[in-house]
């Protein structure tokens, strides 16, 4: 069996295949966790953590040695120009937590690594930036937390809030330690693209938190690879018959595939709930939808344009809107989806209706570069890049995708109505 540990993915430095993404966070479990077992066994296991699974943590207090007293207070130090908490590992983080390593960093702080002396057990611990803004963000992500904690008490769909505290005017949220995200295995996966049996798998489970959060009132606003989990950092190795020739990114034949196919959504900070105004910017530009472009406004639907995007990423390892610019983008959904609806167009408010141009989008006419219409130029149909990666179910998934990924808000298909699709009524019919 090969016993080959992947150092934590947050800080590897291979190239994003996404322009400017914002940093990830991975949140890498160490040890195993009770959840089913997934697809796939049998063939070679490695862990993505940087700790093997026969690591035990008998006295995490003498971790990195001594010079610190066991539960002191560490010396009160100024935050960074930007508000961030400034720590040093080994440190304590009030008398509960101990600092053990840094494993990801956002526009709203920090989250570390940290044993949890009371319950003995690794936390992970989002540091919010001590400027208001965030602060106030953080208020509203405790309030979410708590309010899907009481209904979803076994954790199943989202990640689990254990304790929060306000620290030297920081707010402190401490989350359950889950594994790498969906964009981090796929990266160091070298963007290889997932099974779509894998894909039913974890579209289901996104489907049934964001069918759970819609139910709750609650739009989470923000999906994306990197606010999806998987529970458990065990991946398996298997042969690669897509890319059996050794290649600069495949040099041995074989890709990985997450041992247990369980997730978990995280990051609620822009969680909205129905009764707010809408008519603000919402989502990482990748799973923007278009009413949101078109400044229209937003509800329920708009969580379920991100899935689309998601799903399509995980079958073909790659965005599938890579852009950063509105026209482009809107473009790119014209090339891949077929011709924005006029009713959707006219519509546009003050600050879109610049893309428009007599009843139609203004492209290429308004393309700011050759680059830029070769980009969206070399995207094919929505059916036709499904077909070049899945090998079978793909009428099914077609379907769904069409569904999830309609113009129209008012008949995008819902998340109920998605998980009775037949893409995951299939999943039954062959098992």
Not at 14 to 25: A, E, G, S, T, Y
Not at 280 to 309: F, M, Q
Not at 340 to 346: I, V
Not at 377 to 387: A, D, F, G, I, W
Request: aromatic share 10%; proline share 5%; with cysteine.
């Amino acid at each position: 069996m090969e016993m080959q540990f992947l150092n934590d993915y947050s800080q590897n430095s291979q190239m994003d295949r996404r322009p400017n993404k914002r940093p990830r966070l991975a949140w890498d479990l160490t040890h195993t966790p009770k959840v089913h077992s997934g697809m796939y066994y049998g063939q070679e296991v490695g862990n993505v953590s940087g700790y093997g699974h026969s690591r035990v943590f008998p006295d995490h207090d003498n971790l990195y040695g001594k010079g610190l007293t066991q539960k002191g207070s560490p010396p009160l130090r100024e935050d960074d120009k930007d508000g961030h908490y400034v720590f040093e590992l080994g440190e304590n983080l009030t008398t509960r937590y101990k600092i053990l390593r840094k494993i990801g960093e956002g526009t709203f702080g920090q989250v570390l690594e940290c044993w949890d002396r009371e319950q003995k057990e690794l936390v992970a611990i989002k540091i919010v930036r001590s400027i208001k803004k965030y602060r106030d963000a953080a208020v509203i992500e405790i309030d979410v937390l708590q309010l899907l904690g009481r209904y979803d008490r076994n954790g199943s769909r989202c990640v689990q809030l254990r304790n929060w505290f306000d620290y030297r005017n920081h707010i402190c949220l401490v989350f359950e330690k889950l594994g790498p995200s969906l964009f981090d295995f796929l990266r160091k996966n070298s963007y290889r693209s997932f099974p779509v049996d894998l894909v039913r798998e974890i579209g289901r489970q996104l489907l049934e938190c964001v069918a759970f959060m819609h139910d709750m009132r609650l739009i989470h606003t923000d999906l994306k690879p990197e606010n999806i989990l998987f529970v458990s950092p065990d991946y398996i190795k298997v042969p690669d018959y897509r890319h059996l020739q050794v290649t600069s990114w495949s040099r041995d034949g074989y890709r990985r595939l997450p041992k247990s196919s369980a997730i978990k959504v995280i990051d609620f900070g822009s969680t909205a709930y129905e009764r707010q105004d809408h008519n603000y910017i919402v989502s990482t530009r990748h799973y923007r939808a278009p009413e949101v472009i078109l400044g229209l406004g937003w509800s329920y639907p708009c969580d379920l344009w991100s899935v689309g995007c998601i799903l399509v990423e995980l079958c073909s390892g790659e965005a599938l809107f890579q852009t950063h610019e509105n026209l482009e983008h809107l473009a790119m959904m014209e090339r891949v989806l077929g011709p924005l609806p006029q009713t959707m167009l006219k519509r546009a408010d003050r600050h879109a209706e610049k893309y428009v141009r007599r009843g139609r989008l203004d492209w290429p006419e308004g393309a700011t570069s050759r680059e830029s219409i070769k980009s969206v130029m070399k995207l094919p149909r929505l059916q036709n890049l499904v077909m070049q990666h899945v090998d079978h179910s793909a009428g099914d998934l077609i379907d769904l995708l069409q569904g999830l990924l309609k113009y129209d808000p008012s008949t995008r298909t819902t998340a109920h109505e998605s998980l009775r699709h037949p893409f995951f009524r299939d999943q039954y019919r062959r098992s």
